[in-house]
């Protein structure tokens, strides 16, 4: 079918010239054109009203046309008459402070070369009229001149200048209101959230007239009213006149109406849940003041997707396609009564649910973590337990993370849902080298959190490393002159695939050597190695709540010294031998982003015991500890004969150790403010008290909390303010307690880095026996500090701490210390 | 200096495009593309740009950067649907999209773009010589995508306890399984884990539901053993169809 706009007379392009005012080459013109010598068109016809379009759309060019300058038989001779537009040279704006101006041109694109149209003019002009208008400038003028550059030579420029005129501010003197008798100007003037009148003494917000927010600030005036039973309220006319002084006065003229209340509230469609259920959530009985604007809330609260209200109480009952309306059905006098009309529809259940993005992980390790299965009953919250749960992997960027409802389909009761992915990099390289503890220290840490070991075979896997499986495996190297440690570990989230068991194995394994005070080297014959194995299972538990973990350890370490003799040890040269079981009880329930959690708890109960040997055994440890106690150590007979009563006391270490850590997460501002409080407590206990409290195991408190975890099974708790360990006896602590809290404030939370910053208040203090114990003699500190998660690196923060309390041993506040953290999480 | 780098400096752009050329006969193919990239611009809308266009794409699928080969081999059959080598070009950009296809247990965004650039591609050249070899990429992808459907089925099976209703995932994914892909090879299976799921979840049902249930296992145990009467699975599968029927032979008696 021949298109009647086609319908123009054929003819063959013989020539096609370029008129005008161009810098393009004639060339460049006919060929963006599409226009083609020799080519047969129609015209009039579509051909040309393309080229005329595509010239149009290079935005390079005005009064473009084409004319038909002759034809000769079926010859046509073209010409495309043009105009460059012209290009901006320079942009002067006047009116503004020097620094403002370089965000104006940069926000209305006004830089060299950009081509001046009419629409540029227009939208710079209108912009900025807004944005000043919107800072209460409310008689902003602004005009755009443009002039042209005289040269004949270059192309067509012209020279930009934007006055603007702020004037003053407007302010606003007073508002009235008139008509209202229920509800005084100061309540309705508190409903006006953007519009106040001039007042010395507010300064957060200041008094300004912004068109927009005022109209907004009206309906807020009339919903005020409506929360007051006030259902007719309305505004009848709102006048606003200027003052001589420049200020503006607003008069509002409302009609409150009647005030109403609700009368019976009947429930209409429900079959699922009862009148009674159904009215207790609603908590609006006959005879309440009349409130739409709370009823609205109830029935959907918008503002909290997981509020209690009876859309959410429908919605985790699989009602995916219920819809629930008020109704006034009468209005007697000014009692109302209301229906409550539920249409429930079909329950839905889920069909398909699939999960796209995960171009890394592999599907089972995400798949396991759904809470939302083929053929099981929709709920709104499983739908956000699993968006947190897979953000709690750690494998994906939890701020794009989205569950995506497809195919619904309310006449069979049936969605789709696809969760939408974006893997993170979740692998983390440590090269660190530097001077600490008398000489160079080289670190070299490899962490994979989502590993797969069954590819470590496979060569094609290698894209750097094998990946997709969830298993993490961290491998970390330190050497220096004085130390070298290795360490191994594997962590299988669901050990055999079948259950969500944990199955964590470590290897560890330091030398230390004694500092030769003649060579100034390592002694290599004064030795101190440490060889350590640990091998653990996590459950996660179903009761009291699934947010519960049981995990139970059993670790062995072996320490083996030759002729170390330091104030640590009264024997050099012998052994010790620590096995033990570790077994926790843990729930964490925080959630979305484990960088940053933002709301939920997370605690942990553990307790770490030996077999208590010196049950078993015959040695006679009170007598040992006798003789001990009468010895004396500058003896050097005394002093061996201590170090063979020591090597039996520590042969096999016999302690047992319960530690209890606890962190809330309160959001404040949503989203935003977040209040980290902690609490943490741990104690060191022996079953034979002749035979002691071993050295080993115990709690240094102080500084950063980095430590050097495997040397004697010691733990180094982090007290910011004070230096490194520095509120523990040099042999540590038996029991240690602290309290924190915490203000966190993101400042990015991108997938590329993350950042917030922190102000904490903490107190704590370990002591060296239970006598000693006093839970409320604390040091105390506070400070600021910034924290940087970025995947490739971690954790990287630094912490300023203020000490208002002496470190043991010395009588002046401790003062401010820096801690420089990495890798680990206050 | 050696030749080649004098050519990547040169600003002769026949001197590049000879030397290109003699790289890529001689199978150097990534030197050869440093040396076309830099002069494809200019050689577009010349006679010589169809066969420069086709060696760079060429190029890009030898050194395995299956992306830009896809895209260039793509760009280079629409620019030249005439050329005889538009055909090779156009199964050479479908089969860029399968190489780039994934192992089947991640995304597979780029296996259901190969078997649509396939297809079109069949479409498009019936008769074509790489016929054969574009139905057998083409079968291989869609064994991937029932594979994956499959083993997130079957993971629904393996996974499940006997508290949750994981068993009724695991029946629900068969059953959506078996409707996706009538034809797949995984039927038998698929059919025979159907049934496992059903029957755990009958025998361990809570007591209300549980005839119910046992009677929807006997309803898959008939539709499996009618399908594969000498199935490798049959011997199991007979012997949780016996606890079945006994299972519901109580219920018989009791009424």
Same mark, same amino acid.
């Given at each position: 079918?021949?298109?009647?706009?086609?319908?123009?007379?054929?003819?063959?392009?013989?020539?096609?010239?370029?008129?005008?005012?161009?810098?393009?080459?004639?060339?460049?013109?006919?060929?963006?054109?599409?226009?083609?010598?020799?080519?047969?068109?129609?015209?009039?016809?579509?051909?040309?009203?393309?080229?005329?379009?595509?010239?149009?759309?290079?935005?390079?060019?005005?009064?473009?046309?084409?004319?038909?300058?002759?034809?000769?038989?079926?010859?046509?001779?073209?010409?495309?008459?043009?105009?460059?537009?012209?290009?901006?040279?320079?942009?002067?704006?006047?009116?503004?402070?020097?620094?403002?101006?370089?965000?104006?041109?940069?926000?209305?694109?006004?830089?060299?070369?950009?081509?001046?149209?009419?629409?540029?003019?227009?939208?710079?002009?209108?912009?900025?009229?807004?944005?000043?208008?919107?800072?209460?400038?409310?008689?902003?003028?602004?005009?755009?001149?443009?002039?042209?550059?005289?040269?004949?030579?270059?192309?067509?420029?012209?020279?930009?200048?934007?006055?603007?005129?702020?004037?003053?501010?407007?302010?606003?003197?007073?508002?009235?209101?008139?008509?209202?008798?229920?509800?005084?100007?100061?309540?309705?003037?508190?409903?006006?959230?953007?519009?106040?009148?001039?007042?010395?003494?507010?300064?957060?917000?200041?008094?300004?007239?912004?068109?927009?927010?005022?109209?907004?600030?009206?309906?807020?005036?009339?919903?005020?009213?409506?929360?007051?039973?006030?259902?007719?309220?309305?505004?009848?006319?709102?006048?606003?006149?200027?003052?001589?002084?420049?200020?503006?006065?607003?008069?509002?003229?409302?009609?409150?109406?009647?005030?109403?209340?609700?009368?019976?509230?009947?429930?209409?469609?429900?079959?699922?849940?009862?009148?009674?259920?159904?009215?207790?959530?609603?908590?609006?009985?006959?005879?309440?003041?009349?409130?739409?604007?709370?009823?609205?809330?109830?029935?959907?609260?918008?503002?909290?997707?997981?509020?209690?209200?009876?859309?959410?109480?429908?919605?985790?009952?699989?009602?995916?396609?219920?819809?629930?309306?008020?109704?006034?059905?009468?209005?007697?006098?000014?009692?109302?009564?209301?229906?409550?009309?539920?249409?429930?529809?079909?329950?839905?259940?889920?069909?398909?649910?699939?999960?796209?993005?995960?171009?890394?992980?592999?599907?089972? @390790?995400?798949?396991?973590?759904?809470?939302?299965?083929?053929?099981?009953?929709?709920?709104?919250?499983?739908?956000?337990?699993?968006?947190?749960?897979?953000?709690?992997?750690?494998?994906?960027?939890?701020?794009?993370?989205?569950?995506?409802?497809?195919?619904?389909?309310?006449?069979?009761?049936?969605?789709?849902?696809?969760?939408?992915?974006?893997?993170?990099?979740?692998?983390?390289?440590?090269?660190?080298?530097?001077?600490?503890?008398?000489?160079?220290?080289?670190?070299?840490?490899?962490?994979?959190?989502?590993?797969?070991?069954?590819?470590?075979?496979?060569?094609?896997?290698?894209?750097? @490393?094998?990946?997709?499986?969830?298993?993490?495996?961290?491998?970390?190297?330190?050497?220096?002159?004085?130390?070298?440690?290795?360490?191994?570990?594997?962590?299988?989230?669901?050990?055999?695939?079948?259950?969500?068991?944990?199955?964590?194995?470590?290897?560890?394994?330091?030398?230390?050597?004694?500092?030769?005070?003649?060579?100034?080297?390592?002694?290599?014959?004064?030795?101190?190695?440490?060889?350590?194995?640990?091998?653990?299972?996590?459950?996660?538990?179903?009761?009291?709540?699934?947010?519960?973990?049981?995990?139970?350890?059993?670790?062995?370490?072996?320490?083996?010294?030759?002729?170390?003799?330091?104030?640590?040890?009264?024997?050099?040269?012998?052994?010790?031998?620590?096995?033990?079981?570790?077994?926790?009880?843990?729930?964490?329930?925080?959630?979305?982003?484990?960088?940053?959690?933002?709301?939920?708890?997370?605690?942990?109960?553990?307790?770490?015991?030996?077999?208590?040997?010196?049950?078993?055994?015959?040695?006679?440890?009170?007598?040992?500890?006798?003789?001990?106690?009468?010895?004396?150590?500058?003896?050097?007979?005394?002093?061996?004969?201590?170090?063979?009563?020591?090597?039996?006391?520590?042969?096999?270490?016999?302690?047992?150790?319960?530690?209890?850590?606890?962190?809330?997460?309160?959001?404040?501002?949503?989203?935003?403010?977040?209040?980290?409080?902690?609490?943490?407590?741990?104690?060191?206990?022996?079953?034979?008290?002749?035979?002691?409290?071993?050295?080993?195991?115990?709690?240094?408190?102080?500084?950063?909390?980095?430590?050097?975890?495997?040397?004697?099974?010691?733990?180094?708790?982090?007290?910011?303010?004070?230096?490194?360990?520095?509120?523990?006896?040099?042999?540590?602590?038996?029991?240690?307690?602290?309290?924190?809290?915490?203000?966190?404030?993101?400042?990015?939370?991108?997938?590329?880095?993350?950042?917030?910053?922190?102000?904490?208040?903490?107190?704590?203090?370990?002591?060296?026996?239970?006598?000693?114990?006093?839970?409320?003699?604390?040091?105390?500190?506070?400070?600021?500090?910034?924290?940087?998660?970025?995947?490739?690196?971690?954790?990287?923060?630094?912490?300023?701490?203020?000490?208002?309390?002496?470190?043991?041993?010395?009588?002046?506040?401790?003062?401010?210390?820096?801690?420089?953290?990495?890798?680990?999480?206050? | 200096?050696?030749?080649?780098?004098?050519?990547?400096?040169?600003?002769?752009?026949?001197?590049?495009?000879?030397?290109?050329?003699?790289?890529?006969?001689?199978?150097?193919?990534?030197?050869?593309?440093?040396?076309?990239?830099?002069?494809?611009?200019?050689?577009?809308?010349?006679?010589?740009?169809?066969?420069?266009?086709?060696?760079?794409?060429?190029?890009?699928?030898?050194?395995?950067?299956?992306?830009?080969?896809?895209?260039?081999?793509?760009?280079?059959?629409?620019?030249?649907?005439?050329?005889?080598?538009?055909?090779?070009?156009?199964?050479?950009?479908?089969?860029?999209?399968?190489?780039?296809?994934?192992?089947?247990?991640?995304?597979?965004?780029?296996?259901?773009?190969?078997?649509?650039?396939?297809?079109?591609?069949?479409?498009?050249?019936?008769?074509?010589?790489?016929?054969?070899?574009?139905?057998?990429?083409?079968?291989?992808?869609?064994?991937?995508?029932?594979?994956?459907?499959?083993?997130?089925?079957?993971?629904?099976?393996?996974?499940?306890?006997?508290?949750?209703?994981?068993?009724?995932?695991?029946?629900?994914?068969?059953?959506?399984?078996?409707?996706?892909?009538?034809?797949?090879?995984?039927?038998?299976?698929?059919?025979?884990?159907?049934?496992?799921?059903?029957?755990?979840?009958?025998?361990?049902?809570?007591?209300?539901?549980?005839?119910?249930?046992?009677?929807?296992?006997?309803?898959?145990?008939?539709?499996?053993?009618?399908?594969?009467?000498?199935?490798?699975?049959?011997?199991?599968?007979?012997?949780?169809?016996?606890?079945?029927?006994?299972?519901?032979?109580?219920?018989?008696?009791?009424?």
């Amino acid at each position: 079918q021949e298109n009647p706009f086609n319908s123009g007379k054929k003819y063959t392009i013989a020539e096609i010239i370029v008129t005008g005012d161009t810098n393009f080459s004639e060339t460049t013109i006919v060929t963006y054109s599409g226009l083609r010598k020799g080519e047969v068109i129609a015209i009039p016809g579509e051909r040309i009203s393309e080229a005329l379009k595509k010239l149009w759309s290079s935005n390079l060019f005005s009064n473009i046309d084409i004319y038909l300058t002759k034809t000769i038989d079926d010859q046509a001779y073209l010409e495309i008459s043009l105009e460059d537009l012209p290009e901006l040279n320079t942009v002067v704006i006047n009116g503004v402070k020097k620094g403002k101006k370089e965000s104006l041109i940069k926000d209305n694109k006004l830089t060299k070369g950009a081509k001046v149209t009419e629409n540029l003019i227009t939208t710079t002009k209108n912009y900025l009229t807004n944005k000043y208008r919107k800072e209460g400038f409310y008689n902003t003028k602004v005009t755009v001149t443009t002039t042209p550059v005289i040269d004949s030579i270059e192309k067509s420029r012209v020279n930009m200048v934007v006055n603007i005129e702020k004037n003053d501010k407007v302010k606003i003197k007073d508002i009235d209101f008139i008509g209202n008798e229920k509800l005084s100007d100061k309540k309705l003037k508190k409903a006006m959230k953007n519009t106040k009148e001039k007042n010395l003494l507010r300064f957060l917000k200041r008094s300004k007239y912004v068109k927009a927010s005022y109209k907004e600030d009206l309906v807020s005036v009339v919903d005020l009213y409506k929360e007051n039973g006030y259902r007719d309220a309305r505004v009848i006319s709102d006048s606003i006149y200027n003052n001589q002084d420049g200020t503006l006065s607003i008069q509002v003229k409302v009609e409150e109406g009647d005030k109403y209340t609700f009368g019976k509230i009947a429930f209409v469609g429900n079959t699922v849940f009862t009148d009674q259920q159904l009215s207790s959530i609603l908590g609006l009985r006959e005879g309440d003041t009349y409130n739409g604007v709370e009823l609205k809330k109830r029935i959907a609260d918008n503002s909290r997707p997981d509020a209690r209200d009876i859309t959410n109480l429908y919605q985790d009952q699989g009602y995916l396609f219920s819809t629930i309306n008020p109704v006034e059905v009468s209005a007697d006098g000014n009692v109302i009564d209301m229906e409550i009309r539920i249409s429930e529809g079909k329950p839905a259940y889920f069909n398909n649910v699939t999960v796209v993005g995960n171009d890394k992980t592999n599907d089972r @390790v995400i798949y396991r973590e759904l809470r939302t299965r083929p053929g099981q009953l929709y709920s709104k919250t499983a739908v956000v337990r699993t968006v947190r749960e897979l953000g709690q992997l750690g494998f994906f960027d939890a701020q794009q993370l989205s569950p995506n409802f497809k195919n619904a389909n309310p006449n069979d009761g049936t969605l789709d849902m696809e969760y939408s992915v974006v893997e993170k990099g979740s692998s983390q390289i440590e090269l660190q080298g530097g001077y600490g503890g008398g000489g160079f220290i080289g670190t070299l840490g490899l962490s994979f959190n989502n590993f797969a070991i069954k590819d470590i075979f496979k060569k094609e896997a290698y894209k750097p @490393v094998p990946t997709g499986d969830g298993q993490s495996l961290a491998l970390r190297l330190q050497a220096s002159r004085f130390y070298q440690t290795y360490s191994f570990s594997f962590t299988e989230p669901w050990l055999g695939g079948e259950r969500p068991i944990q199955f964590s194995t470590s290897l560890s394994h330091t030398k230390q050597f004694l500092y030769n005070p003649r060579t100034r080297d390592a002694d290599k014959s004064k030795r101190f190695n440490i060889t350590g194995v640990t091998v653990g299972l996590a459950k996660r538990l179903t009761s009291p709540d699934d947010y519960f973990t049981l995990s139970q350890a059993v670790s062995f370490q072996h320490y083996d010294l030759q002729n170390y003799n330091t104030g640590l040890f009264t024997f050099g040269n012998g052994y010790s031998n620590n096995l033990s079981y570790t077994v926790g009880l843990s729930r964490n329930n925080t959630y979305t982003d484990p960088i940053y959690p933002t709301g939920g708890s997370s605690f942990g109960v553990t307790a770490k015991f030996s077999v208590p040997y010196s049950l078993l055994n015959d040695v006679d440890y009170a007598a040992l500890k006798d003789e001990r106690a009468g010895l004396n150590p500058a003896d050097p007979d005394d002093l061996a004969r201590m170090g063979v009563i020591d090597q039996e006391r520590y042969k096999w270490l016999e302690f047992y150790k319960v530690k209890f850590k606890g962190d809330w997460y309160t959001n404040v501002v949503a989203n935003k403010l977040i209040i980290k409080s902690g609490i943490e407590f741990g104690f060191l206990g022996a079953y034979n008290n002749d035979r002691g409290i071993i050295p080993f195991e115990r709690f240094f408190v102080g500084g950063d909390g980095l430590g050097n975890y495997s040397l004697d099974g010691r733990e180094s708790i982090a007290m910011r303010g004070y230096p490194n360990q520095s509120l523990s006896s040099t042999d540590g602590g038996t029991i240690y307690n602290k309290f924190s809290l915490e203000l966190r404030y993101p400042i990015t939370l991108g997938a590329q880095a993350k950042i917030y910053a922190l102000g904490f208040m903490e107190g704590g203090n370990s002591f060296d026996n239970f006598r000693d114990y006093n839970p409320f003699n604390l040091k105390r500190s506070a400070g600021l500090g910034l924290r940087i998660f970025m995947p490739a690196f971690g954790l990287l923060g630094i912490d300023f701490g203020h000490g208002f309390d002496p470190v043991p041993g010395d009588n002046v506040k401790n003062g401010w210390e820096t801690h420089f953290i990495i890798g680990q999480q206050f | 200096c050696s030749e080649y780098q004098k050519a990547l400096k040169s600003e002769d752009i026949a001197t590049k495009f000879k030397m290109g050329t003699e790289l890529y006969d001689a199978g150097k193919y990534g030197k050869a593309n440093r040396l076309f990239a830099q002069i494809v611009p200019q050689y577009r809308g010349k006679p010589q740009a169809e066969k420069l266009i086709y060696m760079y794409s060429n190029s890009f699928y030898n050194m395995r950067d299956y992306y830009l080969a896809g895209y260039h081999f793509e760009r280079f059959e629409s620019q030249y649907p005439k050329s005889e080598k538009a055909e090779e070009a156009l199964f050479l950009a479908a089969k860029s999209f399968y190489k780039l296809s994934p192992v089947y247990s991640k995304e597979q965004k780029e296996t259901k773009v190969a078997i649509e650039k396939l297809q079109l591609f069949i479409n498009k050249y019936p008769d074509s010589e790489y016929l054969p070899e574009a139905n057998s990429l083409i079968k291989e992808l869609d064994y991937k995508l029932e594979k994956k459907a499959f083993e997130i089925a079957k993971l629904y099976n393996q996974i499940a306890n006997f508290e949750s209703e994981d068993y009724e995932a695991s029946i629900k994914a068969f059953d959506n399984f078996l409707v996706e892909y009538p034809g797949t090879s995984f039927r038998e299976d698929a059919m025979y884990y159907r049934f496992d799921s059903a029957f755990k979840l009958g025998i361990n049902s809570v007591e209300y539901k549980r005839k119910e249930r046992l009677d929807i296992a006997a309803k898959y145990y008939n539709a499996f053993n009618k399908a594969y009467p000498e199935s490798k699975y049959s011997a199991e599968a007979e012997k949780m169809n016996k606890e079945l029927q006994a299972a519901i032979q109580t219920y018989n008696t009791q009424s």
